[in-house]
């Protein structure tokens, strides 16, 4: 089921944001970013049939996005995909500005070793699209099958699901929903230390009488998460979201996010509190500790997630 959309609000291209030293952006309505520095990715080109290669420009002292235990953080390799997925939509496939793009997964898998947060050789992103699907002569979603490359060498594969619908079908689809805002307080944050934060509005988790489960705090002033008004809450929150629960179990041990796969059931929607409990870890042979985590909201499950991660040394 689809359940997460991300939608350009204007159908006219909003102003470009204040560029900064790494290499040109994108455009950043391409992205439905409204601050260039958000926007990772700095060219594209065809290279055949629904393939492409997308030139990436990671993020420079951002607050957010900052490295881990040395390395690039993964929701920068997860940002990166849903960026790419949106721009080839829109400059392939001719969406058109003011759709809004709906996402059934999203999975990563990362080599750490190869990618060093001060890393700040050139990279790219090598695009096959398959199962393009079109309603008539309209686009209307696609698979994207990614290889994040530098130095000639794989550091990183990712694959999302999408499709699209203009603005009309999207507010009948959401009925009711369709213009909801955020009506609850939000809750107090675990301590940011817990999940590997230092500022409490990058916190997503409140604690709960279960060590195993939280209440997820849609902060939306942080505007890294929250870039335009959402009617629910985004995709991206509940990935990060997985990464902050799998911190909090693993507690003293530090923790590398090397692999995820996460499946959006049903919208994560404003108006109750959206629950996200997590298994205890389990260790395989290889040393590579593995977690489930899930979110239910009103007794129905939202989304579910898998997640691997290493032990990183001090």
């Known amino acids: 089921m689809l359940i997460t959309s991300y939608a350009n609000e204007n159908a006219q291209r909003p102003p470009v944001g ?31 049939p629904d393939r492409f290669d997308v030139t990436v420009r990671w993020p420079e002292n951002h607050p957010f996005h900052t490295g881990l235990h040395g390395f690039r953080s993964p929701a920068v390799i997860a940002e990166a995909i849903r ?32 990618l060093a947060a001060d890393d700040d050789s ?29 130095s000639g060498r794989v550091i990183a594969t990712g694959d999302g699901s999408m499709t699209c619908t203009s603005p009309g079908a999207y507010r009948r689809m959401r009925g009711e929903y369709a213009d909801a805002r955020p009506v609850l307080p939000v809750p107090e944050p675990v301590h940011p230390s817990l999940v590997l934060r230092t500022d409490p509005s990058h916190v997503l ?12 705090r849609p902060y939306t002033t942080n505007t890294t998460l929250f870039a335009h008004k959402n009617d629910h809450v985004p995709g991206m929150v509940l990935l990060e979201a997985t990464h902050q629960a799998a911190f909090a179990v693993a507690g003293t041990t530090r923790l590398y996010p090397v ?24 260790r395989s042979r290889d040393n590579t500790l593995s977690l489930s985590v899930t979110g239910h909201q009103s007794g129905q499950r939202v989304f579910d997630a898998h997640l691997e991660a290493i032990p990183v040394s001090s």
């Open 18 to 48: 204040v560029s900064d030293a790494r290499p040109p952006a994108v455009p950043n309505w391409l992205v439905h970013r409204p601050d260039t520095s958000e926007v990772f990715l700095s060219a594209w080109k065809r290279t055949a």
């Open 83 to 114: 960026q790419t997925g949106i721009l080839l939509s829109h400059a392939e496939y001719d969406v058109p500005l003011g759709h809004h793009f709906l996402m059934s997964d999203l999975q990563y898998r990362i080599n750490p070793e190869l």
């Open 122 to 150: 050139p990279m790219h992103i090598d695009v096959t699209c398959t199962n393009v699907n079109r309603r008539g002569t309209r686009f209307s979603g696609m698979v994207c099958h990614m290889d994040v490359i530098q």
């Open 205 to 216: 988790l409140a604690p709960t009488m279960d060590p195993l489960c939280w209440t997820l």
């Open 259 to 282: 692999a995820l796969r996460l499946a959006f059931e049903r919208y994560v929607e404003f108006h109750s509190p959206c629950l996200i409990q997590a298994q205890p870890m389990a």
